[in-house]
């Protein structure tokens, strides 16, 4: 039966709804690009916090569960959760938007996703929008109203190639102007990478080092280049090391996706500990977490983000 001590499935009510540009740099010298920046994720000397979100059979977010139903593995060493909340605070989100000639007759739906995703906000929620099709801009610095993101979205038109590693890095460049804990970028696009100054490994690295949610929504098809080929992997990676997800939708999709992804983002838990290995030595620690269902329950399915760097002195 689906039914347990304090433990509920959150359905979504599915219902019909509704400029500052990357300057192009110069290689920087090769002592340049070895050097890590100072890792931002919630980590101290003693505490690492692991947003989790978990998902039903049905891909329904699951919320009720408690501090028993979850293990989670530092560099395989099972760990002892010290602190465990469900996290419900404000959040910040980067709409990245996909301009690109490509998209064309998709746009309609793009917006018509962010529409929905924009009903699911709350009155302390901050967003942005970077935009980009040759290069991104930021076409909405960060805000509390949505109102004018779509107002911009109204008058985007397609043209273009697909600078997506580049308006990544914009948009995770905006996100530290947030004071909230809780930041997510959603990804809007059609397609892999061809105009970024930025490689896959560079992004990649900033992207683990933050503590920024990747949702990205994939509308695929008709592709003709490698780099459209590697977009679906490229877009998976991404999102899959930050816990959050990539969903592959078609046009029509966009908005029911989009609308998901919202919830999703507000029925999340946090998982703390300390961990048994302290030392301050910035190396990369590998983070697995558990779901123990309780009895009665189907098989859950988490998701979080998988690893973080340790400090340095």
């Known amino acids: 039966m689906w039914c347990a001590r304090g433990l509920f499935v959150v359905l979504a009510l599915w219902t019909a709804s509704a400029q500052v540009a990357v300057q192009p740099r110069a290689k920087p010298p090769e002592t340049a690009r070895e050097t890590r920046a100072v890792p931002n994720l919630r980590v101290d000397t003693s505490l690492v916090l692991i947003p989790v979100t978990v998902n039903d059979p049905l891909n329904r977010p699951v919320a009720g569960l408690e501090k028993e139903n979850f293990k ?3 560099d395989k060493v099972e760990q002892t ?4 909340a469900m996290d419900d605070e404000p959040i910040a989100v980067g709409l990245v938007f996909d301009t690109s000639g490509s998209m064309g007759a998709k746009l309609s739906r793009s917006r018509m996703a962010a529409a929905e995703f924009f009903r699911l906000s709350n009155p302390e ?6 935009e980009f099709d040759n290069a991104p801009r930021l076409a909405v610095p960060l805000t509390r109203d949505t109102g004018s993101i779509q107002t911009e979205l109204m008058f ?9 590693l580049d308006a990544i890095y914009l948009a995770l460049h905006e996100m530290k102007k947030s004071k909230q804990h809780k930041k997510a970028l959603l990804v809007i696009s059609d397609g892999g990478d061809n105009h970024s100054r930025y490689t896959a490994s560079e992004v990649g690295t900033v992207v683990i080092e933050s503590d920024v949610l990747i949702y990205s929504v994939g509308v695929f098809g008709g ?4 780099e459209e080929f590697e977009g ?8 899959e090391h930050t816990g959050g997800r990539m969903f592959e939708a078609s046009a029509v999709e966009l908005p029911d996706i989009a609308k998901h992804i919202g919830i999703d983002l507000r029925n999340r838990y946090v998982l703390g500990y300390a961990p048994s290995n302290q030392q301050r030595d910035g190396h990369y ?18 998701y979080w983000r998988t690893g973080y760097y340790a400090p340095v002195d």
Do not use: C
Request: aromatic fraction near 8%.
């Open 156 to 164: 985007t038109q397609s043209h273009g190639s697909t600078a997506l």
């Open 81 to 84: 959760i010290t602190q465990f």
């Open 125 to 130: 929620d901050e967003y942005f929008l970077v």
């Open 72 to 74: 989670v593995f530092d």
């Open 285 to 302: 620690h590998r983070v697995e977490v558990k779901v123990l269902p309780p009895r009665g329950l189907p098989k859950l399915k988490a």
């Open 232 to 239: 679906p992997a490229l877009l998976r990676k991404l999102s």
């Open 223 to 226: 592709m003709s280049s490698a």
